[in-house]
């Protein structure tokens, strides 16, 4: 395993466990699926590169305009969420109440 593919593999899997495991604030939550769509992009854009193949390389560009969109959607859910709520915290979030 090279030390590329092993630092992009552990980037993403310590950004799936910091959603898994600390997900107490809407923000932290958010910043982890900002990493695991940063270390997507990078794998994406490296492979594209090592294949030097013109028809695939549109794909990075993709993931991070989705990565953008994802981050402004995001912050906008996170400002309603504390304006409505007070808070971020995500236990005190209830899909009932809204």
Do not use: D, K, Y
Not at 8 to 25: K, Y
Not at 77 to 91: C, I, K, S
């Amino acid at each position: 395993m090279s030390l590329t593919l092993f630092s992009l593999t552990s980037s993403f899997t310590i950004g799936l466990m910091g959603l898994t495991f600390h997900r107490a604030h809407l923000l932290s939550a958010l910043l982890c699926l900002e990493g695991m769509m940063l270390s997507l992009f990078i794998a994406m854009a490296l492979w594209v590169l090592q294949l030097e193949s013109a028809s695939s390389s549109a794909a990075p560009m993709l993931i991070i305009t989705f990565s953008a969109c994802e981050a402004s959607v995001g912050l906008a859910l996170l400002v309603a969420t504390t304006r409505t709520h007070g808070t971020n915290h995500l236990q005190s979030l209830n899909l009932l109440q809204c």
